[in-house]
């Protein structure tokens, strides 16, 4: 049941087609401007698409979030691993993420602007620090759970600490880190179409708001499809990857829901 | 995290980062790197702070806030533990419906809200909204899971004195799953804080969120923070409280790992 749904089968496009339909009937039987039919919504799609412009936006938003998520992974995952190895580091950072956890990263957006302008560097920082701290949790949780006589053995035959950290913390903690990486992905996306509400200037939340603005609520509805087939083929691209690197692990769930 | 009480050393260590941070901050401003008009000093920020959580204006913002955020809150929870357990005990519900649910959770919800306000208007209505449709995925896998993972004799033995099967479910196996359910509800909690506030950023009138927006604009950086800080309390604090009844509730539960 759930292993068919985790493919990108026939179910989730029957979901799909579902949704299209409840959507159409709905807005036909409302008949308001402000909720147009999923037919003539979803006509804008390839007009959107079809736009230079349009797809420069979205290119630039997806190069922040690159950006951003990547960054991430390479100051996330080493802190993640050594606070699970090192009882001192774990007492050192988690009361700090503790107090990061609940503030609204893209909040930051207007004080970040600020001090780095309002262009790719503050919308890129605000990716960083929303993306980080799934990811550090999970490294943290991943690390930790590493059995203990694997690395006596390894440093019995003269392996130093770090090499044991990236030959055998790592691979053994991957699972949990790319389930890490999952949830941070699907929050890279949320913090980069946030950042873009927030500050207006370019990329996919200000074409969402925009055309709010000027009343086109076909191009916003549009937008909205746009933005959640970007989510879900994200996750089901991601899950494809984690699925070929540890296909050896258990898959830990099969949903992983999207957080601020 | 684990049920033990940690050494007084950890926790020393611990404030160290946090200490850091705050004294860099004050260095920043102190020394004049950072003008007070980009950077205001941890002093002043804190004295607004205290300043304004005695102010009855502010008091109602964060009153419109939290009402906004527990209505939210409160109605996830109803949607989110009642389609996760009849997910859990009715086939054709579960068939109907995880394959929705793993569509729509990856998407981002907060591209939702335009839609919202088209629909709902710019008032609370729009906000709620967004805020159940953020917080109730992450009670409704959390309660699936947890049911799943229900010992089914429980059921069965249930079942066999005559118990009927939807009532079963939500006096057995709701009841048994009752660490997980209550897990989702903290994390939903802490995002249903996060996107009121990110609402409130992006179109309103009241609120904390738009505290931040119209001090930015007008470049007040002191009243800037100030907002943030009171959502970032607030999740902290509904966090903890959450946690310190989630213990009391869960008396009795074996111990988790």
């Known amino acids: 049941m759930t292993r068919l749904a985790s493919l990108p089968g026939i179910a989730p496009l029957m979901a799909c087609a579902a949704l299209l339909a409840v959507w159409e009937l709905a807005a036909r039987a409302i008949g308001i401007d402000g909720l147009p039919p999923a037919s003539q919504a979803l006509a804008q799609v390839p007009v959107i698409l079809g736009d230079p412009e349009a ?49 609204p990263k893209a909040a930051l957006m207007p004080i970040i602007m600020l001090w780095l302008g309002i262009g790719d560097a503050s919308k890129t920082l605000v990716i960083f620090l929303g993306v980080s701290l799934p990811i550090v949790y999970h490294s943290y949780q991943g690390s930790r759970a590493v059995e203990e006589k694997i690395l006596w053995s390894a440093a019995a035959m003269g392996m130093g600490p770090s090499a044991r950290l ?71 691209a991601f899950e494809g990857l984690r699925s070929r690197l540890v296909g050896w692990a258990a898959p830990a769930h099969d949903i992983v829901a999207g957080t601020t | 995290m684990t049920g033990r009480a940690t050494p007084l050393a950890d926790v020393l260590v611990g404030l160290v980062p946090i200490a850091l941070i705050v004294g860099l901050w004050q260095l920043l401003a102190s020394t004049g790197v950072a003008p007070p008009s980009l950077l205001p000093a941890p002093g002043a920020v804190f004295a607004r702070l205290v300043e304004q959580l005695g102010s009855p204006t502010y008091l109602q913002h964060t009153a419109t806030t939290l009402f906004r955020l527990f209505a939210g809150f409160g109605i996830a929870m109803v949607i989110g533990v009642t389609l ?21 959770a990856p998407v981002p919800k907060i591209a939702l809200y335009p839609a919202f306000i088209l629909t709902l208007g710019f008032e609370n209505a729009s906000k709620i909204a967004l805020v159940v449709a953020d917080a109730a995925f992450p009670i409704l896998l959390a309660t699936y899971q947890g049911a799943s993972a229900v010992e089914p004799k429980l059921a069965w033995a249930a079942q066999a004195v005559g118990v009927s099967r939807l009532r079963c479910l939500f006096t057995v196996v709701l009841p048994a799953a009752l660490p997980s359910v209550l897990t989702g509800c903290r994390i939903a909690l802490v995002i249903s804080c996060i996107v009121v506030f990110l609402a409130e950023m992006i179109t309103s009138t009241d609120g904390l969120g738009h505290l931040l927006v119209r001090a930015a604009r007008s470049f007040q950086t002191v009243d800037m923070f100030v907002p943030l800080i009171t959502i970032s309390l607030l999740g902290l604090g509904l966090n903890a409280g959450f946690n310190a009844l989630r213990r009391r509730l869960l008396i009795g539960f074996p111990e988790e790992k």
């Not at chain 1, 929050?187 to 055309?211: C, D, H, K, P, Y």
Request: proline share 4%.
């Open chain 1, 55 to 103: 797809l420069l936006n979205i290119a630039d938003s997806l190069r922040r979030m690159a950006t951003g998520f990547a960054l991430a992974l390479c100051v996330a995952i080493p802190i993640g691993l050594t606070m699970g190895r090192s009882r001192q580091v774990a007492a050192f950072f988690n009361p700090l993420l503790m107090v990061i956890y609940p503030v």
């Open chain 2, 84 to 104: 996760g357990v009849a997910a859990m005990g009715l086939r054709a519900v579960e068939a109907g419906l995880m394959p929705l649910v793993r569509v729509l």
């Open chain 1, 166 to 236: 990236a030959r055998i913390v790592l691979p053994a903690a991957l699972p949990e880190i790319l389930v890490g990486c999952r949830t941070g992905l699907v929050l890279a996306l949320i913090t980069m179409v946030t950042s873009e509400m927030i500050a207006r200037q370019t990329g996919i939340g200000n074409i969402l708001f925009n055309s709010l603005d000027m009343a086109q609520y076909d191009t916003v509805y549009a937008m909205i499809v746009i933005i959640g087939v970007l989510g879900y083929t994200l996750d089901v």
